[in-house]
């Protein structure tokens, strides 16, 4: 069995260990999430650990997610690197020791 | 030669001009960097260390007379002797030098094929790097960049790409220098608040290198002046502060197929891609549509440390030049974030969106003829 990392959920109540997926969180959403910069949620694919995300930090809904569920077009979401607009999108499957970065646009320059 | 004397011989100027004249071949054997900053008109550049190995090539004929020079006339003896012991029977080396030469007021020339920049010691540093030399010089002084903003992102941009000799900065800035701005935008100064932004900029630049053309466009970049502003650059640096500007300026980069260096900031965090029209994504294929204002506020509401635009703006002055020389690897097609907490860099890859409203397949904006002259990676 692989080492616990730390500050990982417990497994679920019906026993099953979900997969945790490490969320980096973009500097203008760390309020909502207790000013953490990075984050672990569970699922096996990006939708379901952006569902978990936005569970356990529901101020995070609205500014990721329109109201049928799909990411909004002006936050892009990187699987290990990657658009996952250009993989599967949000039934992208994801791995134990995968990262997801969540990046919004930024405007400043001044 | 007068007899006797063996075959080396040592003459001033003046016999060696007449030799030359009577068809004398004639030898520079100095370094290349000596050779760029001016040599005698019809010479042949034979290092002293290639002259076993070249000489018989330029020369090929032992008898024929031949002048050598150096600098002052001390590399010119050691080649001339160089020569005699290779069979050659009559060299003469110039005592003084091209040093002597030039004090007389005889005439020597540039090499054609170098332009003045290559000989300028404001570069010198430049012009010792095989990735830049005397080539790369002169296409930095050929380049033309314009510079939308003269802010965070902007300040460290023109410095250093003034410094480095980018013969015209274009500067698009309405705003005038307010106190809270010194914080981090360097190239303006404390006692110019209240100054049109690109006129106190022109003003540092002038200061640094009075050899780059400065021309500044005290206006707000919009969809009816952007096409105008940005006609005719090689690159533009994105500084801005809005989604309106932004994405105005992307539109119409895609048009004229002019790349765009972005760069953007939030506080601790800075992120930077190239955008180059048709060859990579635009800005459009990276954001469709801007966040909603809380999603993304400008330095003004949210703060901005005021070093990290400082980095980011530096970092677009690094892909710019990349971009001019066509050297490395440039950020197409790659989005750079840096977290200054952190003390990490780390990259995402960008795709072209074949359904993007600027640069797809159904855009308005078809792909015109490819660019040569500066082709980024």
Known sequence: ?110 | MAPGQGPVREITPAEAEQLIASGAALIDTREPHEWRAGHLKGATLVPPAELGLRIAGVVPDAGRPVVVYCASGVRSMRAALQMASLGYRDVSSVAGGIVRWKAEGRAWELPAETPAVATNPRYARHLVMPEVGPEGQAKLQQAKVLFIGAGGLGSPGLLYLAAAGVGTLGIVDFDTVDLSNLQRQVVHADNRVGMKKTSSAAQTIRALNPEVKVIEYQEMLTEDNVDRLIAGYDVVIDGTDTFETRYALNDAAVRAAIPVVHASVFRFEGQLSVFVPFEGPCYRCLYPTPPPPELAPGCSVAGVLGVVPGVMGLLQATEAIKVILALGDALVGRLLIWDALDGTFSEVSLQRDPDCPACGQNAAAGRPQPRTEFAAA
């Open chain 1, 1 to 110: 069995m692989w080492p616990e990392r730390r500050g990982r959920p417990a497994p679920a109540a019906d026993g099953v260990r979900r997969r945790v997926t490490a969320v980096r969180i973009p500097p203008v959403l760390r309020p909502q999430v207790g000013n953490e910069k990075q984050v672990d949620a569970a699922g096996a694919t990006v939708g379901e650990v952006l569902g978990d995300l936005v569970a356990r930090h529901p101020a995070l809904h609205e500014q990721l997610l329109t109201a049928d569920g799909s990411l909004h077009r002006f936050v892009n979401v990187y699987l290990n690197g990657q658009d996952v607009r250009y993989l599967d999108d949000l039934a992208t499957p994801v791995g134990e020791h995968d990262t997801l970065i969540i990046l919004p646009a930024m405007a400043g320059g001044s």
